[in-house]
């Protein structure tokens, strides 16, 4: 699965590289995927937006077994 999470990240990366912000896969155990928001993204206040409305929903749709993804502290 968590080479499943790793492509799906890769085809949301261009968006948040657009914007000066990156992602990267922490882990996945049991259906909850941690990742780590990088650049313009870690420090910026709509970056639980992307979280949930972008990241979580893209693998959600695209990888039934994802159950949430948070974010690495």
Do not use: F, H, Y
């Not at 313009?40 to 994802?66: D, F, H, W, Y």
């Amino acid at each position: 699965m968590k080479e499943k999470v790793r492509n799906v990240i890769n085809k949301i990366r261009p968006m948040l590289q657009a914007d000066g912000g990156d992602v990267e896969l922490v882990d996945c155990v049991d259906g909850v995927v941690t990742v780590r928001l990088k650049g313009a993204c870690a420090g910026c206040p709509m970056s639980q937006m992307t979280l949930r409305n972008g990241i979580e929903r893209t693998l959600k749709k695209e990888i039934p077994e994802v159950k949430s993804v948070v974010q690495a502290i």
